[in-house]
């Protein structure tokens, strides 16, 4: 069997090289996919790669991306299977975003032919595999909303009590206050202190208006 070398990349500062079988080859595969959200998960990345090495896969393909962003390398994956192959992931919530956007790419998944093995739900070709496939992920989406539920309401209540200050403010957006400060005959310092910006970025803004 030849095998070629291939480059995964996670990230500007990451890859993993794999050796895998070349693909003109006309036999089932199981192909690995993993994934975590930022690039601060890399041990996160890593043990999923271990694990799809562990289960067999002779190519993986991964990435660092929010599940919400487009997946280049999902795409790839889904573009890559055959017919015969089997697609593994190590959880459910590394591959969908919903149990909507679940149930299309199993459905992607079998119209090529291929068959989905996640890990920690172990065969989910079978009719009591396929309920449970689809509770799970109805579980994670609803865990999902609950969790964004819950940084609505925190948000709430941090604006109720004052403490809420939403993203700063561009400098242009603070202009008009630096000019009614200015024209009052505020120290330019105690200015930048009190409108939160560098004295550097104030005393060139207002110099623009001279």
Known sequence: MRSIYIVLEFSDEMSYIAMVPNRTEDRAMKVGYARTSTADQEAGLEAQIRDLQAAGCEEIFAEQVSSVATRPKLEETITFIRKGDTLI????DRLARSTRDLLELRDCIKAKGAELNVL???DTGTATGELVFTVIGAIAQFERKLMLERQREGVAKAKNEGKYKGRPAKLHEKLDEMRSLDRQGIPR?????????ARSSLYRLLAADA
């Not at 992931?89 to 459910?92: A, F, K, N, P, Y």
């Not at 310092?189 to 910006?197: D, E, S, T």
């Open 120 to 122: 920690n739900l172990g």
């Open 89 to 92: 992931v190590t959880r459910l």
């Open 189 to 197: 310092a105690k200015i930048a202190r009190q409108v939160g910006v």
